[in-house]
């Protein structure tokens, strides 16, 4: 995210789709949107685990920017039994970012890159 901390370029729409390109780096509890800049309906249905990679993939298509500021000002919590762990269990956080790797790349570059992306759910499995 560093290149979004640089205000010359937080407006360019490829800068910010070849951040989304790689996987989802933005933690949604840490996301602040201008209401009256944003489309109607901004979040997906159909999607259980990345509604937020979604709205971020539609909003790089806008005019606008993405603002990163690179201080810890928050902390996340990650706790056993939640809906995450869950849906990386049984196969739906992998199946939903593959999918939203292909808005991206052809197909067999976006099998290789959910193929490493995936391992950093590995993490969150026992």
């Known amino acids: 995210l ?13 800068i910010r789709r070849r951040i989304l390109s790689f996987g989802n780096p933005i933690c949604c509890p840490s996301v602040t949107y201008v209401k009256d800049n944003l489309p109607q309906r901004l979040f997906a249905e159909g999607l259980n685990t990345n509604l937020d990679w979604a709205a971020w993939e539609k909003l790089s298509r806008e005019d606008g ?11 996340h919590r990650i706790y056993e039994d939640s809906v995450t762990g869950m849906l990386i269990q049984n196969g739906t956080r992998s199946r939903e970012d593959l999918k939203m790797l292909m808005r991206f790349w052809p197909g067999p570059f976006a099998k290789a890159i959910n193929a490493l992306y995936s391992k950093s759910q590995k993490s ?3």
Do not use: C, D, H, N
């Not at 560093?2 to 490829?14: C, V």
């Not at 920017?65 to 902390?75: G, K």
């Open 65 to 75: 920017r993405f603002v990163y500021i690179p201080e810890a000002l928050m902390a």
């Open 2 to 14: 560093a290149p979004l901390s640089l205000g010359t370029i937080q407006g360019r729409k490829w």
């Open 124 to 126: 969150r499995l026992k």
